[in-house]
């Protein structure tokens, strides 16, 4: 509408006038870009949404992006202005088709103003992608912990951008997200002097806010939705980065001290209890970016897989980078064991066959204590588990280890292959999947086998996931039949041997 209205307020006799028209409509074309394409400028994310088998709950979202990511500023903004300079009564605005450069945002079409179209149509938050809000604020930037909001301040006078934005990186998930504080970041202008807070903290360093509730707590959770996520956003910064953590949980900080330091030199600051204080920064970055599951996109970021995986191993000082270092004479086994669900009922008699095979075999749950469990993984050569959050440890095993992912019954190799078998190819992980058989699942003991929780598992659950949860991953502990299963020992003592063989020449 703007851009019709202003269509027709130039006429052929006002053309002297075309330089300022000019500049307005770039302006105004911007404003309705702004509004249309909110808030990137970027073409309409294709958005493939693949809800899984079930609908809402925990951990049962696949997100797929078939657009490239508004967070690849390479390959952004494909919208087309066309100024037509013979009938300057006409400015047609083309959809974004398929235009190669960041047409919208080159100087040269906004006639001699490119600073202040670029102030006006930036926004600050991006809102548009599939698993995650963020803020990239720049500039005279102060945090009010008292009123859990983040200011800009601006000369431009205009101070009605708002976003309300939670800092956690699992936007998809409304059961995560619900205990997430929720921070305003909006812009404030400094004509209006007295509305904004005097700072009382001045930092040099820019600041990353978030949160570490949502999911904290599950070993899966902290690193695919914090720690991955965390490193993406501020790796960058070479450590000189000031971490702001809202929904403190201060064992949770405990608990992962060597990654947090290892990314921002300075002490974390717990923000939701600093009411008294405004902290300043030059500049901020509200929530967390994240890729998908235990992944970061190589497309999408200057990092990889491999460097999280280094970037652990110097924080936590773990020696092998590769199975190629040999850590023991015999290759080590590690049955990760679980004390209250999906338990292994005949541990003893995997870890003799295993011992029969010639591997060293250790038995270990996963405890608190991060240092000891990434030290033990590390020794490893081969990881054997049952689908769950305790596989997440495979981040800390040498590459060319080998992960044998035991998948119950249930349709759980949905799960099981998105959280773990997929991510460990990119970890150079090799990946065996063992899918246990009726027999040797504890469910046949809880019901008759033409029961409807193994004829149609879908059926029986129909997408709830508390339902699924509290027969297949609650109720059902493993007892596996061990000359079913030896095949996949032996298989994985080959993929090791084929590793070691390939790396001597
Ligand atoms: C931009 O994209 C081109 C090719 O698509 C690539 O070669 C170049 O490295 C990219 N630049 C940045 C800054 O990502
Ligand atoms: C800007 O647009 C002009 C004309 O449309 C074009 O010649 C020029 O190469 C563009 N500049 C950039 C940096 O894209
Ligand atoms: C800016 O914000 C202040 C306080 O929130 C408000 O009183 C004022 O009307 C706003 N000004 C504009 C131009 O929106
Ligand atoms: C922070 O910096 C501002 C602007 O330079 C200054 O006015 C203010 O007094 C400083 N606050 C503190 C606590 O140093
Ligand atoms: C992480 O910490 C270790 C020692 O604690 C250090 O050697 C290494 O350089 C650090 N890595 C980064 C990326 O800061």
Not at 236 to 251: A, I, S, Y
Not at 384 to 404: C, K, Q, S, Y
Not at 425 to 432: F, S, T, V
């Amino acid at each position: 509408m703007y851009i019709t209205i202003l269509a027709r307020s130039f006429s052929k006799h006002e053309q002297k006038r075309l330089g300022y028209g000019a500049f307005l409509a770039c302006l105004f074309i911007a404003l309705s870009f702004s509004t249309v394409f909110k808030p990137y400028l970027g073409p309409l994310p294709i958005l493939n949404l693949r809800l899984s088998i079930m609908g809402a709950g925990h951990g049962m979202y696949a997100v797929k992006e078939t657009m490239p990511s508004h967070e690849q500023e390479n390959t952004t903004a494909k919208s087309e202005i066309v100024v037509d300079n013979a009938k300057h009564d006409e400015i047609q605005v083309t959809k974004p088709a398929k235009v190669e450069t960041k047409t919208w945002n080159n100087a040269t079409s906004c006639i001699g103003f490119p600073e202040l179209v670029a102030e006006v149509v930036k926004p600050l938050c991006d809102t548009t992608g599939p698993r995650t809000n963020f803020c990239d604020v720049k500039g005279d930037v102060r945090v009010q912990p008292s009123s859990s909001s983040v200011m800009l301040v601006t000369s431009a006078g205009d101070n009605r951008s708002s976003w309300k934005i939670r800092p956690y990186a699992r936007k998809e998930d409304k059961e995560a997200m619900s205990s997430v504080k929720e921070w305003l970041v909006r812009t404030a202008s400094s004509l209006e002097n007295n509305a904004i807070p005097r700072c009382t903290r001045n930092h040099t360093a820019p600041a990353v806010l978030f949160s570490a509730k949502g999911y904290s707590g599950n070993h899966f959770h902290d690193f695919n939705d914090i720690l991955i996520p965390l490193y993406l956003t501020s790796r960058k910064f070479d450590r000189n980065v000031q971490f702001l953590v809202t929904d403190n949980q201060p064992w949770w900080i405990t608990k992962f001290r060597k990654i947090i330091d290892n990314l921002s030199r300075y002490e974390i600051i717990d923000i939701d209890h600093e009411k008294t204080e405004v902290h300043c920064f030059p500049s901020l970055t509200l929530g967390l970016r994240r890729h998908g599951e235990l992944t970061i996109d190589p497309a999408r970021s200057a990092y990889t897989m491999k460097d999280f995986r280094t970037f652990l191993r110097s924080s936590y000082s773990l020696k092998r980078r590769s199975v190629v270092q040999v850590a023991s004479a015999k290759p080590r086994l590690l049955i990760v064991a679980r004390q209250q669900t999906r338990r292994f009922k005949n541990a003893d008699s995997i870890a003799r066959a295993a011992r029969q095979l010639g591997f060293e075999v250790i038995v270990a749950e996963p405890s608190m204590d991060v240092q000891a469990v990434a030290a033990l993984v590390n020794s490893c050569d081969v990881v054997v588990g049952v689908h769950g959050a305790g596989l997440t440890n495979i981040l800390f095993l040498p590459d060319e280890a080998v992960l044998v992912q035991v998948v119950p019954v249930g349709n759980v190799e949905w799960i099981s292959r998105q959280y773990f078998g997929e991510p460990s190819k990119a970890m150079d992980i090799g990946y065996l999947e063992y899918k246990v058989s009726l027999k040797e699942s504890s469910l046949i003991e809880q019901y008759p086998l033409d029961h409807i929780v193994f004829k149609d598992p879908m059926a029986f659950h129909k997408g709830n996931w508390g339902k699924f949860k509290s027969v297949y991953l609650d109720k059902q502990d493993l007892k596996l039949d061990i000359k079913r299963f030896r095949p996949t020992l032996v298989r994985a003592l080959e993929l090791l041997r084929e590793h070691r063989d390939r790396s001597v020449w």
